[in-house]
T-cell receptor, first 113, second 111 residues
Framework: NAGVTQTPKFQVLKTGQSMTLQCAQD?????MSWYRQDPGMGLRLIHY???????DQGEVPNGYNVSRSTTEDFPLRLLSAAPSQTSVYFC????????????FGPGTRLTVT | KNEVEQSPQNLTAQEGEFITINCSYS?????LHWLQQHPGGGIVSLFM?????KKHGRLIATINIQEKHSSLHITASHPRDSAVYIC?????????????WGAGTKLIIKP
């Protein structure tokens, strides 16, 4: 199993550009989440999904969109990048049953200039 | 006041020392997680606890539900244990995707 994969690992954008961060998991997990991690701060939840076709907002959703058309994939779209979105982005998944153990992707380091 | 608080924020110790990192929370929980993040690296789940104690190698995690407190211990610490250790909780009666996160404890082990 590959676990949780994220692409790209690094990205530089100019203000106003849009892009999609990809996240995929091969563990058949129902729950998937996107977090951002800023220096000196804990993880903050952007959006999450409890299954295909179902998404909801987290703590810091503004400027981001998500969709969940399949169980495996959960892309995060930046609509019009701003310097405040410079951060490291992590995708995570977990099962709806059992241990609730969190599985994280390797992260995407995004810089918006 | 944060619902999940970790202490200390930063910890520097010598190789071989016994390390304790604390996590206190103010909500009822169904589970507590300890995770590890190496510098520039990804986040790895170490333990998920709902009661008692768990051990994996040199790592031990304990939880006291009544006192709303958990500790992560590292025995015979090694420089490769240098990382940020993060505590997170599943609030009781909430779905497991809404974790509440601590700010993390940065641990440096000097050789």
């Amino acid at each position: 199993n590959a676990g949780v994969t994220q692409t790209p690992k690094f990205q530089v954008l100019k203000t106003g550009q849009s892009m999609t961060l990809q996240c995929a998991q091969d563990m058949n997990h129902e729950y998937m989440s996107w977090y951002r991690q800023d220096p000196g701060m804990g993880l903050r939840l952007i959006h999450y999904s409890v299954g295909a076709g179902i998404t909801d907002q987290g703590e810091v959703p503004n400027g981001y969109n998500v969709s969940r058309s399949t169980t495996e994939d959960f892309p995060l779209r930046l609509l019009s990048a701003a310097p405040s979105q410079t951060s490291v982005y992590f995708c995570a998944s977990s099962s709806a049953e059992g241990t609730y153990e969190q599985y994280f992707g390797p992260g995407t380091r995004l810089t918006v200039t | 006041k944060n619902e999940v608080e970790q202490s200390p924020q930063n910890l520097t110790a010598q190789e071989g020392e016994f390390i304790t990192i604390n996590c206190s929370y103010s909500v009822g929980i169904s589970a507590l997680h300890w995770l590890q993040q190496h510098p520039g690296g990804g986040i790895v789940s170490l333990f998920m606890l709902s009661s008692g104690k768990k051990k994996h190698g040199r790592l031990i995690a304990t939880i006291n539900i009544q006192e709303k407190h958990s500790s992560l211990h590292i025995t015979a610490s090694h420089p490769r244990d240098s990382a940020v250790y993060i505590c997170a909780v599943n609030p009781y009666m909430d779905s497991n995707y809404q974790l509440i996160w601590g700010a993390g404890t940065k641990l440096i082990i000097k050789p």
